[in-house]
């Protein structure tokens, strides 16, 4: 599909690929290594940048100085905060010979969907909430490439939370052990990010990861990985410990609180799992709806049984998502207590949440 076709005068045949791509977690790192892999296959110079929300701004403006490029976005979605600056960026791209194709699984506005579509030089754009992006670029690009398909399923079982294969959990840990140590030492995320996309690029899960040692190659990384899992252990047994729980409508409705450097998955995770639960409480039970706050004031939620709708409850919360996991705001605070009286008298006063009586 993103092939350029001879009578499309007058575009130049492209000659590079540049990803652009999400850097925070294995679904962005996964779909960047198989267009890699596809820029590989079609003969094309490859060049990728990894990034985030808050830096479109700059991203979409390096992105207007290619030339003759086919640019391939993946795992980063559009809503209407950011559409001039993306559009500006695309158009003089696009005017400058470049084509343009977006594989995402976001939510997107009909204003940026629009945009994308009025491009010229034909662009692609493919938005399934159904799969992750690794594995619409799976997909789309490279169906029949066997590390691809490795790629995308190992992005599937993290972006879905599954936990099946351990593989795939050593990763999402590994990224973030190398995202935040960027951050920490104030460097480029791409950068850091590379070795471990080459790899990943190369040789798909077999060039990172020894299956029969079930650990790392890189012996370095695999000690880091195991040191920030101690850590985040800790923390979330203390986070936990201060919890805050309230029966309404008939559902056990918990509140933690998450430290920095934790997401609200690895909360949801850690928290569903009645033997961490034990070790600080013997009579803790796994909570039907977990809220993890976090310390910007945005809420994580997550579900210990089906009779309750996360995005629902997200909903009461300026947020949304899907029935199993969902996103919202509660904003800045000081007191927790306080905090979690507010969340129980909000989620009283409504029943849209609960799907039994
Ligand atoms: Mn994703």
């Known amino acids: 599909m993103p092939e350029e076709r001879e009578n499309e005068a007058p575009a130049k045949k492209v000659t590079a690929l540049l990803s652009i791509s999400h850097d925070k977690d294995v679904d962005g790192i996964a779909s960047a290594a198989i267009v890699w892999r596809y820029a590989k296959e079609k ?39 950011v559409i001039n600056v993306v559009e500006n960026g695309l158009k003089k791209a696009v005017a400058q010979g470049c084509r343009v194709v977006w594989l995402d699984h976001h939510h997107w506005s009909d204003n940026a969907i629009k945009m994308v579509l009025s491009l010229e030089n034909k662009p692609v754009l493919k938005v399934n909430h159904d799969f992750c992006a690794a594995e619409i670029t799976h997909k789309v690009l490279l169906p029949r490439d066997e590390v ?7 992005a599937h079982d993290t972006d879905f939370n599954l936990r099946e294969i351990e593989a795939a959990t050593a990763l999402t840990d590994a990224v973030s052990v190398i995202r935040f140590g960027a951050i920490d030492k104030k460097e480029d995320v791409t950068d850091s990010l590379y070795p471990l996309l080459t790899k990943l690029a190369e040789n798909g899960m077999s060039g990172v990861w020894d299956t029969n040692a079930r650990r790392f190659k890189d012996s370095l990384l695999d000690k880091q990985v195991e040191h920030y ?50 070790s600080i409480d013997p009579e803790l039970k796994v909570a039907d709806l977990l809220l993890s706050l976090s310390q910007g004031g945005m809420l994580g939620f997550r579900r210990g049984n089906d009779g309750v709708l996360c995005n629902a409850a997200a909903k009461l919360f300026n947020g949304g998502g899907h029935p199993y996991a969902a996103g919202g705001e509660y904003g800045l605070y000081e007191d927790f207590q306080a905090v979690c009286d507010d969340i129980f008298v909000t989620l009283s006063k409504d029943t849209s949440w609960v799907t039994e009586p």
């Open 148 to 154: 691809s398909t490795e790629l995308a399923r190992i």
């Open 43 to 81: 003969g094309l110079d490859f060049k990728a940048v990894l990034t985030d929300y808050g830096s479109f701004e700059q991203v979409f403006s390096y992105l207007s100085t290619q030339r003759d490029t086919l640019i391939i976005i993946t795992d980063l979605g559009m809503d209407d905060t």
């Open 229 to 278: 899992r101690k850590e985040k252990t800790k923390k979330m047994r203390k986070a936990l410990a201060g919890h805050c729980d309230q029966i309404i409508h008939g559902k056990l409705v918990r509140v933690v609180e998450i430290p920095s450097g934790l997401t609200s998955t690895d909360m949801g995770t850690f928290a569903s799992d009645l033997e961490n639960l034990q």
